[in-house]
């Protein structure tokens, strides 16, 4: 499903923080998102999974404006990974994944055996099934990044939206991650990703295209290699950078250096 | 933690409880009435079977007084803690109960004004209920107003709000206590602050079922979505859930439940704090489960509690919320400090 972002403005009490983006995921790429710390990427997120409304302009799945469109409907298309991570209710891990269901039942949501075996599924893909029984808020953050994940998988989304999904893993799950939401399920289906990432060296590695932020507005975008210049980087970052090649995937990667303090 | 995997048989077994304690209610009080009779006059209550005139007495006793008081103490019991478990995921606080929105008080200072000034004389002995109800919702109109932004209804203005409302109400109640000089009539007012049955008849029982009847179905209805707003504002929008409208629709139902059951039995503190706590111990916290179960353990507690409360020191009658605080706070610290309970059982 191909997500569509045409002059999107955010505001958050009364300030804008987002400015007029305008951004095309095709149907099944990987769009990363990148920026410094307060560059808005978190806000343009929240938008795009409805958690903000738009100030101006429109977010679209194939077309139909998905602010428009019925909640419950728009869940069943598109599922995200918010920052937020907290809750003090003790659910269980498969509580909190079958939450994923939501959209898609009725009347009592008593879940069926479908809804069941969805659930275990995306469990299963992020490597956590073994922790179905535990107590969600017990978990280490890891644990529970990658249980919010399965939840967003259990929406059987067509568009995923994640909000720094390798916060808290360590780099083996960094890597896992990623590769599962590249890879796709089992049957090589996957859905449109828009994802925000701080880490540079993997938005690089996993993402077929990035759109680097600053300010609140789109500062370059494209594939990997094109937009992350040593220019760019110095200039949005504030950093001095190496691009190399990765000498297996020949992927692009950056080594990092302070600017000198004469030359900003 | 093992919690156990199917909530049919918890509910079943509270079920028969609930109907055994509602016997005991009707049964046992500081009139004595034998088990037959009991059954008697109830089987000629239900079926309209006749009676002879020396069995008037305990046939009033048993079905215009006993049995129609544990009937409402069950549907007060029931009401309180549905609401409470909505509250609490309304405001995403352990510690709310459904007096934190500042109803009750609201619904109190109504209460007052009728048994203090006797306000609303014309409506007799609807007047206390109707104030009651009618304050509650006055109270409930001023705290949404006061707590709402352009954000709409955030759980801490929300809980700040009632809070503040809940001091403020108490105030011009306490005022109008020391101010009407019956003695008296205060004590009835500080008997109703602290909740009663005693007032309790048919007459008492249509609007406070309808209220909490309608209010179960509905709030069971939305379980998913109330488990989806426990989680937060943000995930609850990704799961096709407005936070916002489920929270003005949580704060109406909580409001209009609350201020019918307390218009009927004052202001009966701590049922809706404990009961949804110990109900999350028993079945975690998904609230599909959580409320199946947690009115119907309400509902058996406040049967109990009335009839303690009635016949501890009969002939006198203690305050319902008195013997819920005297059986509730030591129990409830006890198994916070056994579990290092947060809001279900493990963490």
């Known amino acids: ?264 | 933690m093992a919690r156990p995997a199917r909530t049919a048989p918890l509910v079943a077994a509270l079920l028969l409880a609930l109907l055994g304690s509602v016997l005991c209610g009707t049964g046992l009080g500081a009139a004595g009435v034998g088990w037959a009779e009991v059954v008697h006059h109830l089987t000629a209550g239900l079926t309209g079977g006749t009676i002879t005139s020396d069995e008037v007495s305990a046939y009033t006793i048993v079905w215009e007084l006993r049995f129609p008081r544990a009937l409402l103490a069950a549907v007060v019991g029931a009401g309180l803690s549905a609401v409470g478990v909505a509250v609490q995921a309304l405001v995403r606080n352990a510690l709310a109960d459904p007096f934190v929105l500042g109803i009750s008080s609201g619904a109190a200072v109504g209460a007052n004004a009728v048994l203090l000034f006797g306000a609303l004389g014309g409506l007799g002995v609807w007047a206390l209920s109707v104030s009651a109800f009618g304050s509650a919702l006055l109270a409930m109109t001023l705290v949404y107003a006061a707590a709402r932004t352009a954000q709409g209804l955030t759980p801490l203005r929300l809980v700040l709000t009632g809070t503040a409302m809940y001091y403020g109400f108490s105030a011009i109640s306490t005022l109008m206590v020391f101010t009407a000089d019956r003695g008296e009539a205060a004590r009835s007012a500080m008997m109703w602050l602290l909740g009663s049955l005693s007032g309790a008849g048919w007459g008492s029982l249509p609007i406070a079922v309808v209220a909490v009847a309608a209010a179960l179905v509905h709030l069971r209805l939305s379980a998913g979505r109330l488990n989806a707003l426990a989680m937060g504002d943000e995930t609850a929008a990704t799961l096709g859930v407005d936070a916002g409208r489920l929270r003005r629709e949580l704060f109406v139902v909580a409001a209009a439940v609350t201020g019918a059951v307390v218009a009927v039995s004052g202001a009966i503190g701590f049922v809706g704090l404990m009961v949804p706590h110990v109900t999350r111990m028993l079945t975690g916290a998904d609230h599909r489960r959580v409320l199946a179960v947690a009115p119907l353990v309400g509902a058996v507690l406040l049967v109990w509690v009335d009839l303690v409360s009635r016949v501890l020191l009969a002939p006198v009658e203690l305050p319902v919320g008195v013997v819920t605080a005297v059986i509730g706070v030591p129990c409830f610290v006890l198994l916070m400090r056994r579990r290092g309970y947060t809001f279900g059982g493990g963490a």
Do not use: W
């Open chain 1, 1 to 264: 499903m191909r997500l569509d972002i045409t002059g999107l403005s955010v505001e958050v009490a009364g300030t804008r923080l987002v400015h007029d983006i305008t951004l095309r995921a095709a149907s099944g790429r990987v769009v990363g998102l990148v920026g410094p710390n307060g560059s808005g990427k978190s806000t343009l997120l929240r938008c795009v999974y409805r958690a903000l409304p738009p100030a101006a302009g429109a977010v679209r799945l194939d077309g139909a404006d998905l602010h428009a469109m019925d909640a419950r409907a728009g869940a069943r298309l598109l599922a995200a990974l918010p920052q937020e991570s907290g809750t003090e209710f003790d659910f269980t891990v498969a509580e909190v994944v079958a939450m994923g269901r939501l959209p898609h039942q009725r009347g009592t949501g008593r879940p069926s055996a479908a809804d069941t075996a969805v659930c275990a599924r995306a469990l299963a893909r992020v490597g956590a099934a073994h922790l179905a029984g535990r107590g969600f808020p017990g978990l280490s953050g890891g644990e529970k990044q990658r249980v919010l994940i399965a939840r967003a998988l259990a929406q059987e989304p067509r568009v995923l939206v994640l909000d720094e999904p390798t916060n808290h893993l360590d780099i083996a799950q960094q890597l896992a991650v990623l590769a599962l939401v590249r890879d796709g399920d089992a049957a090589g289906a996957r859905p449109t990703v828009l994802t925000a990432l701080h880490d540079l060296n993997l938005a690089a590695r996993y993402c077929d295209e990035l759109h680097v932020l600053s300010r609140g507005r789109i500062a370059a975008a494209g594939p990997p290699y094109d937009v992350l210049t040593p220019e760019l980087l110095a200039e949005v970052f504030g950093v001095r950078a190496h691009r190399v090649r990765h000498p297996e995937s020949g992927a692009v990667q950056l080594l990092f250096d302070r600017l000198p303090p004469a030359s900003s």
